[in-house]
């Protein structure tokens, strides 16, 4: 209800030329989106979603240096915080602080190497997992996406880079990529081809992906102890009029038939 209250102020102000249609139209953004920024500790692979919420925040809800000053103290943390703590003091310093952060945390090539790394590091993937494959995806997805956003694209044809991720499949669907190889060519193919083609097979190993469930606890064993054995069945213990003990429940029966039937003949 709020947010549609705000929608009609905004388009009847809209409507008319007022000097406060630009107050209206901040107020409205604010109300809209996070005041806080992500954090960023300083691994190359967070600058990117950190610096684009930072920009594109400030521009739509037109961010004071003093705001801005605030926002970078409270989100930033570790390696981050420490290489720019000198110039966390004066608000002047706000655009030196983005651009030091720039240089040493966020630069392309650092960015690139760090997902390419990752991408590397992923195990062999197996025809027996299907949530292994959808991460693989998204990885390579992720990778061609940053290369893209921050235009540094020199890896997009590296040859050994595909072949090495390639090889990351299982052997069925290096067939199925090698299917798809010979409809791209004669142009040669690149990791935006091999991403482009991994979303569509994650996409399918989610439709046939099993979902785990997990069982609730036992009440009966506890929750720390993985080492629990059940107690063992008690039997019952049985005493004949003789003094003996018989624990099988059956026997005692055969026995007490037993002795009625031979008072009886003693009758």
């Known amino acids: 209800m709020i947010a549609e209250n ?4 905004l388009e009847g102000a809209a409507a008319h030329s007022n000097p406060d249609d630009d107050v209206i139209k901040r107020f409205t953004a604010r109300q809209a989106s996070q005041r806080d920024l992500p954090s960023f500790s300083g691994k190359p692979e967070e600058w990117p979603f950190f610096i684009s919420q930072f920009q594109n925040s400030t521009n739509l809800c037109e961010y004071t240096q003093e705001e801005n000053f605030l926002r970078l103290q409270k989100a930033l943390t570790g390696k981050a915080k420490e290489s720019v703590l000198a110039l966390l003091t004066l608000l002047s310093n706000v655009n030196r602080v983005v651009k030091t952060l720039a240089m040493r945390n966020g630069r392309a090539d650092q960015v690139i190497n760090t997902l390419i790394v990752r991408a590397r590091s992923i195990p062999l993937q197996s025809d027996k997992s299907m949530d292994s494959l959808i991460e693989f995806g998204t990885t390579v997805e992720k990778l061609v996406g ?3 956003s921050m235009n540094y694209l020199g890896h997009m044809s590296n040859p050994q880079l595909m072949e090495d991720l390639v090889m990351k499949l299982p052997y069925s669907l290096r067939v199925q990529w090698g299917t798809r190889l010979r409809q791209i060519l004669p142009t ?35 929750a720390n102890n993985q080492n ?40």
């Not at 996409?203 to 099993?210: F, I, S």
């Not at 059956?250 to 008072?263: E, S, T, Y």
Request: hydrophobic residues 40%; aromatic residues 10%; charged residues 20%.
């Open 146 to 148: 940053t290369m893209e």
């Open 6 to 9: 705000f929608k009609k102020v």
């Open 188 to 222: 040669s193919p690149n990791l935006k081809d091999l991403s482009t083609w991994l979303i569509g097979q994650s996409e399918t190993a989610c439709l046939v992906a099993h979902t785990t469930t997990q069982l609730p606890p036992n009440p009966m064993i506890p």
């Open 228 to 267: 629990f054995r059940p107690p063992p069945i008690r039997r019952h213990m049985y005493v004949t009029k003789y003094g003996k003990k018989i624990q099988s429940t059956a026997l005692f029966v055969i026995v007490v038939i037993a002795w009625k039937f031979a008072d009886g003949l003693d009758g």
